[in-house]
């Protein structure tokens, strides 16, 4: 859709129009496994690539086109691939990039899943990751060898309220002729648009604010269309004849659709990561509201991280948007629209006091998610990091004092009445 549009309309706009059967103003969700073609020819077209249009759902379906569409055109990327959740996005985005022996430079500071993920599953597929200390950018650059494909980093990271410094990083990545790949899942292209900084890939998982209610899982790959495959031999998948595509030449054929017709019509006919329509419907819906849900989010978490840092009962609020934060000076420059809305403090009264917290919450509900319309907390050192050691809990900003909010987008005053009481009961 037209850039001259702004955001909030494309939000609700881009990738839809009225269905052209039925005149349905809203997406339908198109439950069907397949479609009918037209006849022989066009039915040999459709697979090689020489017409656009539907085979089979594993690979395209309407409801996901119209979210693949505007999920594209929120970060501004020539072209987006759905997939079944977050983590799918991460395998889909490296997958056109990787072969063994191959490996990429990866934020410190990441969701644990994806440090799992990356530290530990990937390895059986003979990819390996690195991983750097982003503030260092030297490191960064030392980090990169023959065989490093990307460098892969969260814009707000999980969970300590980290802000990455894009545009630093993207120049590293540029020099060393290497495409960066961005999870935006905690900023949302409301927040950050990671490639007007010099990103080549853009991963969401969709799960979180692009859904914005906690009812889907789901995940997508941006691809900014702008990085040269071809430049340097790299990535033979997309710049030579692909054997697991009749021979044929993604860069070279489709341009600046490269690497989204790669990952549809090698990656999800193959990995079969495949989104359903149902929830594609519910994530457009979801993302109709983004612009008007984000800067609440953000509001609320702004306030109350200020509130926490001057309680006596709280000894440190880890949120970029505090003045005091180390990360002021990036929140200002690379995320004028605010620093998200999930991050962690720590009690004066460590480990008891935590746990007690949690569980005298009231509107708070005491979950694994984040992203969602309610405000949750979690305890991560007795929960998603329960299996790591104290000083691995530290070194992930989950010790075991600390607490992890994501603020929804109820009413401020509503959610630190909650907190000041749950506070009150674990300093009893
Ligand atoms: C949740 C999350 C993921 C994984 O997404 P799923 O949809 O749960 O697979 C990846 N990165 C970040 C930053 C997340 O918050």
């Known amino acids: 859709m037209t850039e001259t549009l702004g955001f909030d309309t494309r939000a609700v706009h881009a990738g839809s129009a009225p269905d052209p059967a039925t005149g349905a103003r809203q997406v339908p969700i198109y439950q069907t496994t397949a479609y009918v073609f037209r006849d022989a020819d066009q039915a040999a077209r459709l697979f090689g690539l020489q017409e656009v249009g539907y085979i089979y759902s594993r690979l395209t379906n309407p409801t996901i086109s119209a979210l693949q569409a505007r999920v594209a055109d929120l970060e501004g990327g020539a072209g987006a691939v759905c997939c079944s959740s977050g983590h799918a996005a991460q395998i889909m985005a490296l997958f056109p990039l990787m ?7 990866v934020s410190t500071r990441l969701y644990g899943g994806t440090v799992t993920q990356f530290s530990q599953t990937i390895k059986r597929f003979g990819w ?3 991983f750097v200390d982003l503030d260092d950018l030297e490191a960064v650059r030392g980090a990169i060898d023959d065989n490093t494909q990307a460098i892969f980093c969260e814009s707000i990271s999980n969970p300590g309220g980290y802000l990455t410094d894009i545009p630093a990083i993207a120049a590293i990545a540029d020099a060393a002729g290497l495409p960066l790949i961005v999870d935006n899942t905690l900023a949302t292209p409301y927040l950050c648009r990671p490639i007007e900084m010099g990103a080549t890939l853009v991963v969401h998982s969709l799960t979180k604010y692009m859904t914005g209610n906690g009812t889907v899982t789901g995940g997508a790959v941006v691809d900014s269309g702008r990085f040269d495959w071809s430049a340097s031999g790299r990535f033979p998948s997309l710049s030579e004849p692909e054997p697991a595509y009749h021979g044929l030449k993604f860069q070279e054929a489709l341009g600046p659709m490269a690497f989204t017709f790669h990952g549809i019509a090698i990656g999800l006919r193959d990995l079969g990561m495949t989104m359903n329509p149902q929830g594609a419907h519910y994530t457009l819906l979801g993302i109709e509201t983004l612009g008007l849900r984000m800067p609440k989010h953000v509001a609320n978490a702004q306030k109350i991280a200020e509130w926490l840092e001057t309680d006596p009962r709280v000894s440190s609020v880890s949120y970029g948007g505090l003045a005091s934060s180390p990360r002021a000076e990036v929140a200002a420059r690379v995320y004028p629209k605010g620093a998200g809305a999930l991050f962690t403090f720590s009690l004066t009264g460590g480990y008891d006091a935590a746990v007690k917290l949690v569980d005298n919450l009231k509107l708070f509900s005491h979950v694994a998610n984040l992203g969602d319309a309610r405000s949750l907390a979690i305890h991560s050192a007795s ?26 987008i109820e009413d401020a005053d509503d959610l630190i009445a909650d907190l000041d009481q749950a506070l009150a009961a674990a300093s009893d």
């Open 383 to 408: 929960t998603t990091h329960s299996q790591l050691t104290d000083a691995q809990k530290i070194a992930a900003g989950a010790g075991p004092d600390v607490v992890r909010l994501s603020i929804g």
């Open 128 to 130: 390996s990751a690195k």
């Open 99 to 105: 072969a063994p022996g191959k490996n990429i430079v």
